[in-house]
């Protein structure tokens, strides 16, 4: 089975620098895009930055700027470089993945379990 797990989360102060990683594992035949998504409390899970296997990149507006995403195809990681951090960067953040896991199987929709990013003001 397919697993996504993220570390580098923690607690920095506004204007700080955090660096999010997220390392796929488990049954991979090829992976299309990667993100990040962020989940404060009482709000709906949004997008933060997504990478496609050739590169491309798409931000929220909130971000721009700011955060960076890159990926290691043969690492299989994306990370996220955040710099500038606000207090409205508060959330858990979650890494996904567009990833098909056999050769016979179709792309689905991958999950980590989050890692919790303050930022204290």
């Known amino acids: 089975q397919v697993q996504l797990v993220e570390s580098g989360g923690g607690l920095v102060q506004a204007g700080g620098s955090l660096r999010l990683s997220c390392a796929a594992s488990g049954t991979i035949f090829s992976i299309n895009a990667m993100g990040w998504y962020r989940q404060a409390p009482g709000k709906q899970r949004e997008l933060v930055a997504t990478?496609?296997?050739?590169?491309?990149?798409n931000y929220a507006d909130s971000v721009k700027g700011r955060f960076t995403i890159s990926r290691d195809n043969a690492k299989k990681t994306v990370t996220l470089q955040m710099n500038s951090l606000k207090p409205e960067d508060t959330a858990v953040y979650y890494c996904?993945?567009?990833?098909?896991?056999?050769?016979?199987?179709?792309?689905?929709?991958?999950w980590g379990k989050g890692t919790l990013v303050t930022v204290s003001s």
């Open positions: 990478i496609t296997s050739g590169g491309s990149t």
């Open positions: 996904n993945a567009y990833v098909r896991a056999l050769v016979i199987s179709s792309y689905k929709d991958y």
